[in-house]
């Protein structure tokens, strides 16, 4: 039995070798959905947010943590979390201990949304600042009510 010697031959420009490293290099770098999103991803997920207006909102007295997680788009485990963190979130609980968040608690939760994640507080920071601001649902309201305003007004502009 006769064993046959393989020789390889590399050339240092093949077309085919810079076509194979072009590729490898964008299967080895995958955009990752992990940490932080840019700013300018994280302001068009602010802006997909499904909480509907206080008139909407106040119709029901309760709304269950599926619905309020929905509203957010964040997990319930989140919610449960952010509940335990914050003294100001107080859902109802059944016998059962299912979770029901009044209207005013999904305000509260708005501001600690927004305080988390578009302010990038930290949980104790965002702790600090409610404590320390009793007018702070007051001021988050003001926000709000100016970026509509806002928005209404780049509308408009657009519009001409």
């Avoid at 947010?49 to 964040?74: H, N, T």
């Avoid at 059962?96 to 988390?116: S, T, V």
């Avoid at 007051?138 to 519009?159: A, Q």
Wanted: glycine share 4%; proline share 3%.
């Amino acid at each position: 039995m006769e064993l046959s010697q393989i020789n390889f031959e590399f050339e240092e420009d093949s077309p085919k070798k810079n076509e194979i490293k072009e590729a490898v290099k964008q299967q080895i770098k995958p955009k990752s959905n992990r940490g932080r999103k840019s700013i300018k991803e994280f302001h068009t997920e602010v802006n997909d947010l499904e909480i509907p207006e206080d008139e909407i909102l106040f119709q029901k007295q309760y709304y269950s943590i599926g619905d309020v997680a929905a509203m957010f788009k964040e997990n319930t485990s989140l919610i449960r979390y952010w509940e335990n963190e914050f003294s100001i979130l107080k859902p109802k609980k059944n016998k059962k201990g299912d979770r029901f968040f009044r209207p005013e608690d999904i305000k509260n939760l708005k501001m600690i949304y927004h305080l988390l994640r578009e302010r990038k507080y930290t949980i104790e920071g965002a702790k600090e600042f409610i404590k320390n601001n009793k007018a702070a649902g007051e001021k988050h309201e003001m926000i709000e009510s100016l970026e509509k305003i806002k928005s209404f007004l780049i509308e408009l502009k657009n519009n001409l």
